[in-house]
């Protein structure tokens, strides 16, 4: 497995990063004890960097794991939180359920936009004085947008950025994949650290995963990829793509052997536009949501590059 220090925060990472939501209630919903297994194995495998965040409720996932390896361990976490006092609510939970006295990574989770932003202040506040006193290691931001990206890239306050990049741009809420590559381009040469999100397309590139990670691995200013992972087969796999080795035609055989769906995620608002798109006609709009026809939906996932909160998803 490859490190490197993310920007210029002076933490050591993996260049695979270990996508945690894959395996929290939001989504495969697995036990305690399964989960705990699927971080192990990511961890024996050379990964050392978790993403996390409030929102995911799976901290007590990534405590069990810590507390059953002896490795040097870097976690990431964010928050929604815009006060000052929620901010601080939030650290201390991450602290307290995670069972670690310092967070290496605190961000504002989902930022959208330079008002947005400032629209945090008084959270990012918390989180700069929390540094200060050595309660985090870094300040970073989660962004879909290319505007949060190239407005970070220039604030001193801002460590590392989180940003969505994949090879067909898919969840990008304000640009294409060009001004996305430009933006992160920009703030990797000041130092920012970055690592990036969605690389499948929330599972919607898994058509055309070998591209996709060509495409993620080629791209030089990424200093880690999150990728979600929510079994051992896909934590080997994924090890042995960023390890630059190939996937073996049986574990290729057990990846193709798990069983996938569609789903749409609480926050839909209802727009219609994957609706309208579904050439399956296997969306629909009930009660103000997007719901899927199984028995219709085929999984080619093209959907959701027309969803403009990047809420439908592949698991």
């Given amino acids: 497995m490859e490190y490197r220090i993310l ?5 050591r990472v993996s260049r695979l990063c270990f996508g945690s939501l ?5 989504q495969s919903h697995l036990s305690i004890e399964e989960g705990t297994d699927i971080i192990l194995e990511a961890i024996r495998a050379g990964v050392n960097f978790i993403d996390t965040a409030e929102f995911y409720n799976n901290y007590p996932y990534i405590k069990k794991a810590l507390k059953l390896t002896n490795r040097d361990i870097v976690v990431v976490s964010k928050s929604y939180a815009y006060t000052y006092e929620d901010m601080r609510s939030s650290v201390e939970k991450a602290r307290k359920e995670l069972d670690r006295d310092v967070i290496d990574v605190f961000m504002l989770h989902e930022q959208e936009s330079r008002l947005t932003l400032n629209g945090h202040r008084e959270a990012l506040k918390y989180l700069i004085e929390a540094k200060e006193k050595g309660i985090i290691k870094a300040v970073g931001v989660s962004t879909h947008t290319v505007e949060v990206v190239e407005a970070a890239a220039t604030m001193s306050e801002i460590d ?3 940003p969505i990049i994949n090879i067909k741009g898919i969840g990008i809420k304000d640009g294409d994949i060009c001004q996305m590559e430009r933006a992160i381009e920009k703030a990797y040469k000041n130092s920012k650290g970055i690592y990036g999100m969605k690389c499948l397309g929330g599972g919607n590139l898994i058509g055309i995963k070998e591209e996709a990670f060509k495409y993620i691995l080629d791209f030089p200013y990424l200093h880690s990829v999150a990728v979600g992972m929510k079994s051992i087969a896909e934590v080997e796999a994924n090890c042995l793509i960023f390890e630059g080795r190939p996937v073996t035609e049986e574990l290729k055989n057990r990846l193709d052997s798990q069983k996938r ?5 609480d926050w839909c608002e209802g727009c219609g536009r994957c609706v309208q798109h579904c050439k399956f006609k296997a969306l629909s709009i009930v009660r103000g949501k997007s719901r899927v026809d199984p028995d219709r939906c085929v999984l080619c996932g093209y959907c959701a590059g027309y969803c403009p909160e990047f809420c439908i998803k592949i698991i």
Avoid: D, N, R
């Fill in 7 to 11: 920007g210029g925060t002076g933490i």
């Fill in 22 to 26: 894959g395996i929290s209630p939001l």
């Fill in 160 to 162: 590392v950025i989180h």
């Fill in 261 to 265: 769906k569609l789903i749409v995620e």
